[in-house]
């Protein structure tokens, strides 16, 4: 058990007690009346980025690397995508979310598309993103994952397994030869799709890539008259019993956090890239973002003014701090 402890899953699997899928928010109206101010985006990143480390299965090994969260080396890192055959609504995605961080960091994010298994990814991406369709694929998640130990030197223990525990999930592992981090993405089925369907699994995979490029924490919100400012703020709700395909999942999970990226989550993109910390989870990056919060908010409005971005965004957490 002791290379166990290398294990390090900051960003958990998604607890059907704490929705972790993306529908837009009911109080839009309320958020264009009353923008957000300076302080609400500082108290944000101050309890998104700026959070205690702690390992989901084990202590770390006395005298282990420190472990640092380095976004602009994940924004420009390199991603597999395997698995099914991407959706056109995941393949255009993952092609928007690309553009975006090329505007932003300076560099598009390098993707390939793997046939089928994860054996046929590039050694040592940065990020390995399977899309499946249909029923969980607890074996096929527990493959990928020792398939990340041998190439990471992650440490899992002999036999060691979990179940696949949310529709959308990612596991970051900081291994001894390096970092790396698996997203599962349940993905929309072939065929006609309803309005429901489709805003559902784009906020499966919106939600993920934006908290595994961002390094940022779930933020849980129990204020449900105060609107939405950020994509990883979510409402806990209660769907255990739920079939994940069911509309009444789907259309519960859609009412607990915005629907794709807020005006914030944008800001905060703007901010990593800035900063260019070695470990943005740092206090260092809050300095950062309050010296330089007009040019942020102003490199943020240009951001979303493009409306090639609008797929990606939440229309009703677009404002700013005037």
Known sequence: MQNFSRVLSQWLCRLMLCASVLGPAPQALAQQINPPSREDFLTLARQ????????????????????????????????????DQPHAQSAR????????????????????????????????????????????????????????????????PRGWSE????????????????????????????????????????SLLIEELFQAISFGSDILKFERATPFLSKLQEIPVNLRTLPWASESFMAGLLTSTPGALCSFDVFMLHALAGANLRN???????????????????????????????????????????
């Open 48 to 83: 998104g980025w700026v959070y205690e480390v702690r390992t989901a299965r084990h202590q770390r090994e006395t005298g282990a690397a420190e472990v640092q969260f380095n976004s602009t080396e994940a924004a420009l890192g390199p991603i597999c995508v395997f698995g």
């Open 93 to 156: 995605i993952l092609h928007i979310f690309s553009d975006l961080l090329s505007d932003i960091y300076g560099h598009r994010l390098a993707i390939t598309y793997a046939p089928g298994d994860i054996n046929n990814c590039p050694r040592r991406q940065r990020l390995y993103l399977r899309l499946y369709s249909g029923a969980a694929p607890d074996q096929r998640f527990n493959a990928d994952l020792q398939h990340l130990d041998r190439e990471f030197d992650i440490g899992f």
């Open 163 to 202: 179940p696949v525990r949310s529709p959308g999930q990612v596991n970051g592992f900081f291994g001894r030869r390096g970092a790396t981090a698996h997203l599962l993405i349940n993905q929309p089925p072939v065929g006609d799709l309803s309005a429901l369907q489709r805003k559902y699994h784009a």
């Open 280 to 322: 943005t989870n740092s206090p260092a990056l809050l300095g950062f973002i309050e010296t330089h919060f007009e040019q942020l908010r102003n490199q943020t409005l240009q951001t979303l003014a493009n409306p090639g971005y609008a797929s990606v965004l939440d229309s009703g957490c677009l404002a700013v701090p005037s």
